[in-house]
T-cell receptor, first 110, second 112 residues
Framework: DAGVTQSPTHLIKTRGQHVTLRCSPI?????VSWYQQVLGQGPQFIFQ???????GRGNFPDRFSARQFPNYSSELNVNALLLGDSALYLCASSRMDEQFFGPGTRLTVL | RKEVEQDPGPFNVPEGATVAFNCTYSNSASQSFFWYRQDCRKEPKLLMS???SGNEDGRFTAQLNRASQYISLLIRDSKLSDSATYLC?????????????FGKGTKLSVIP
């Protein structure tokens, strides 16, 4: 079975632009969570979606938004990019309590 | 105070050494506890869950003390392949949500 997949793997944007990151969960998993990992830090929770509904939101500004589609894939959108948004964005899918992470999207904001 | 605090590291140890990582968490309502391993520029992967009774998986032993809000990981007979960053993780759930809170991580380098 395929694991969690994310696209793109790398992305370079400039300040003020917006970005859309995509995630496909493991088959059968209905929950998707997004995390931001800044260099030298642990991942920080952004959102959780379950059955297309937002179930949890971390301490991130409204520039960050997400959605989940009927096939349980998910998108993370970030508007008005700042230099500080440069990070590895991780998607995790889960069926019960264990979360499985995708390889991440490395976003660089110049 | 950060929710999950770990030894700052890095730890540089010779092959065969025993190394211990310590972690404390601040939210007494935390429900589940884990150690994740993250290789350089890769995603975190679950190493093991941590239980109050303590649990062992080969060379790895994890302990949880809920009263002290303290979690530990012991690696015996270190291998070169153990070199990675070890992340202490706690979970919270409520109102239908479930989220993981990660520590900053402790980098381990096992030296030949």
């Amino acid at each position: 079975d395929a694991g969690v997949t994310q696209s793109p793997t790398h992305l370079i944007k400039t300040r003020g632009q917006h970005v859309t990151l995509r995630c496909s969960p493991i088959s059968g998993h209905k929950s998707v969570s997004w995390y931001q990992q800044v260099l030298g830090q642990g991942p920080q929770f952004i959102f959780q979606y379950y059955e297309k509904e937002e179930r949890g939101r971390g301490n991130f500004p409204d520039r960050f938004s997400a959605r989940q589609f009927p096939n349980y894939s998910s998108e993370l959108n970030v508007n008005a990019l700042l230099l500080g948004d440069s990070a590895l964005y991780l998607c995790a899918s889960s069926r019960m309590d264990e979360q499985f992470f995708g390889p991440g999207t490395r976003l660089t904001v110049l | 105070r950060k929710e999950v605090e770990q030894d700052p590291g890095p730890f540089n140890v010779p092959e065969g050494a025993t190394v211990a990582f310590n972690c404390t968490y601040s939210n007494s309502a935390s429900q589940s506890f884990f150690w994740y391993r993250q290789d350089c520029r890769k995603e975190p992967k679950l190493l093991m869950s941590v239980y109050s009774s303590g649990n062992e998986d080969g060379r790895f032993t994890a302990q949880l003390n809920r009263a002290s809000q303290y979690i530990s990981l012991l690696i015996r007979d270190s291998k070169l392949s153990d070199s990675a960053t070890y992340l202490c993780v706690v979970s919270h759930s409520g109102a239908g949500s479930y989220q993981l809170t990660f520590g900053k991580g402790t980098k381990l380098s096992v030296i030949p």
